[in-house]
């Protein structure tokens, strides 16, 4: 194998014709020159240099790594740079997914208190639910996955994320979402059976699941007329009057709840968000600096 640092003393050698003048332009010693360009052409399989008198010249193996060497160490060096300025977050992307709720309040402040700090890191943002999002992940089609799970489902998920590194960021509380007309609008507090008989607008696939579960711990299967991923959607449905739906509140707070009013349902219902990534992708600068972030805007 050709090491760089053997290429550089080649170069010195070739410019200044002999190993003593190289040695004074590099700073190190004769020997050190000469131990350096015994290994260097014992790596090429070949003669790279032969003494002319006093001076040192380059065979013709010598002569074409010389050449060579001029871009390998340019390249080398813009890589270097590259990577120093990504170590320093100077430089360097991270791919973000996330749920829309998350979308909409946590990383708008995240990304611009990176943009602020780390001008030179790009980041790029889709958005999907989980598990897609944490397959995505795994599949290296992203960097950093905002997700999330149920409380009630934890136990039988826990295991989900043993491979990644798990980043808290805060517990997302359901609440009820009824017409300004309802019932139960100007209620503090709402059981789920109290809406057992109600039309039910129902979110993503996995809250759609879980509104099945919950509905089912509390003794009734929901109808559910209208099923859509688009929170402004659901928010909208409830306002015309159509029906009822629980929510996780990021959702409710990203959404103008016009029409509809807000009650806290029992027994309570939460969601633990967090952010997710892989244990090598952590150690790399930009990723941990977005994470930190993300937690910094989750207290907020």
Same mark, same amino acid.
């Given at each position: 194998? =050709? ?5 550089? /003393? ?18 190190? *010693? ?5 131990? +350096?360009?015994?290994?260097?052409? +014992? ?16 065979? +013709? ?9 001029? &871009? ?10 590259? /990577? %120093? ?5 100077? %430089? ?7 749920? !829309? ?21 790009? =980041? ?20 950093? %996955? ?11 998920? @826990? ?16 609440? &009820? ?9 100007? @209620?503090?507090?709402?059981?789920? @059976?109290?809406? %057992?008989?109600? !039309?039910?607008?129902? &979110? $993503? !696939?996995? $809250? ?5 579960? =919950? ?29 009822? @739906? ?43 600096? *977005?994470?930190? +972030? ?7």
């Amino acid at each position: 194998m =050709i090491e760089a640092r053997h290429l550089r /003393v080649l170069r010195a050698v070739a410019a200044s014709g002999s190993f003593s003048a190289a040695a004074r332009e590099l700073g190190c *010693t004769q020997p050190a020159v000469s131990q +350096q360009m015994k290994a260097l052409e +014992q790596s090429a399989g070949t003669p790279l240099l032969v003494r002319a008198g006093r001076e040192m010249r380059l065979t +013709q193996a010598g002569d074409a790594l010389v050449r060579h060497a001029a &871009g390998i160490l340019a390249g080398l060096t813009a890589a270097e740079e590259e /990577v %120093a300025a990504i170590a320093g977050l100077r %430089a360097g992307r991270v791919r973000l997914v996330s749920f !829309p709720s998350g979308s909409s309040t946590l990383v708008p402040t995240a990304l611009a208190a990176m943009r602020a700090e780390h001008p030179g890191t790009r =980041i790029s943002l889709v958005e999907a639910e989980p598990p897609r999002s944490v397959e995505m992940l795994r599949e290296g089609d992203c960097d950093v %996955a905002l997700a999330f799970r149920y409380a009630s489902a934890a136990t039988a998920d @826990a295991g989900e994320w043993d491979d990644l590194v798990v980043r808290p960021l805060l517990t997302d509380r359901l609440v &009820g979402l009824v017409p300004e007309g309802h019932r139960l609008a100007g @209620a503090e507090q709402v059981r789920m @059976a109290d809406l %057992a008989e109600e !039309p039910w607008i129902a &979110g $993503c !696939p996995r $809250c759609r699941r879980h509104l099945v579960d =919950i509905c089912e711990s509390a003794g009734f299967t929901p109808s559910i007329d209208f099923a859509t991923d688009d929170y402004p959607a659901v928010v909208g449905l409830v306002g015309a009057g159509l029906g009822v @739906a629980v929510l996780p509140e990021l959702a409710v707070e990203s959404v103008r709840a016009k029409g509809a009013r807000t009650v806290a349902v029992e027994p309570a219902v939460e969601r633990e968000v967090v952010a997710l990534t892989l244990p090598d992708l952590a150690r790399v600068p930009a990723v941990a600096a *977005t994470l930190a +972030q993300l937690e910094r805007a989750a207290t907020r």
